[in-house]
């Protein structure tokens, strides 16, 4: 059994005491508990525990624990969002964090319009090049961003990024290099985008994240425990 609320005291203790280090008010930081393959049993927990935000991976596994859950919660999508499914993310989450080519944000925005108000969304940034992973090129942002300026329903927030495996140190630098990216974005953005929220890090790197000023980390393991493995996984270790 995990013990969500010992956890849930943990993380926080952790982002308190990052955020000292980087002279920060660790209110600044908000922490999304990543649910992917959770049951709603234990997303309740957490909720019990104190946690408010809760980050999906997929549209359609949301969909079944979110009218479950109802209360006084936030939800976020963290995985790759297709242009046909949308209109469903656009009804259940309160931001989107994977926002990475133009005809997604077009949608996202005729999307906010027709329910009057604005989708909130972040840019996903693919700082590795890494091609098995989504995201846009840093240097793609200032155009992703000049073409969606007119999209009046639609809240640019910030960027997130995945960085690629190594060490908590190797991730410090790509985490350095999207805050930068951030900072120089806002100086040409447009009145969509705020540019606040800089979505990054992980259960093994969340404390360098904060430290390099992440406003956003989305914590999986720490805080709920291991995920289920598959059948495909149990069947290889058992070879």
Request: glycine residues 8%.
């Amino acid at each position: 059994m995990t013990d969500i609320a010992a956890n849930w005291l943990r993380v926080r203790r952790a982002v308190e005491n990052a955020a000292a280090r980087a002279d920060r008010d660790p209110a600044e930081v908000r922490v999304i508990a990543a649910t992917k393959t959770k049951s709603v049993e234990t997303i309740r927990e957490a909720v019990a525990a104190g946690l408010r935000d809760f980050g999906e991976n997929y549209v359609q596994e949301a969909a079944t624990k979110i009218p479950a859950l109802g209360g006084d919660v936030r939800w976020h999508l963290i995985g790759h969002l297709q242009r046909n499914k949308a209109a469903r993310a656009v009804e259940m989450f309160d931001t989107i964090h994977t926002l990475d080519n133009v005809a997604l944000g077009r949608s996202l925005g005729r999307l906010g319009a027709a329910r009057g108000a604005p989708v909130r969304a972040l840019l996903e940034i693919n700082l590795g090049g890494e091609s098995a992973k989504s995201g846009i090129r840093a240097e793609d942002a200032p155009r992703l961003l000049a073409a969606l300026a007119a999209e009046e329903y639609l809240v640019i927030e910030g960027l997130m990024t995945v960085p690629p495996a190594g060490s908590v140190e190797v991730a410090r630098g790509f985490f350095r290099e999207l805050r930068c990216l951030r900072d120089r974005l806002r100086q040409v953005a447009g009145a969509n985008a705020t540019l606040r929220e800089l979505s990054m890090g992980m259960t093994d790197d969340f404390e360098v994240a904060i430290e390099e000023g992440a406003t956003m980390v989305r914590i999986g393991r720490a805080l709920l425990g291991e995920r289920p493995r598959s059948l495909t996984q149990v069947a290889t270790e058992e070879r």
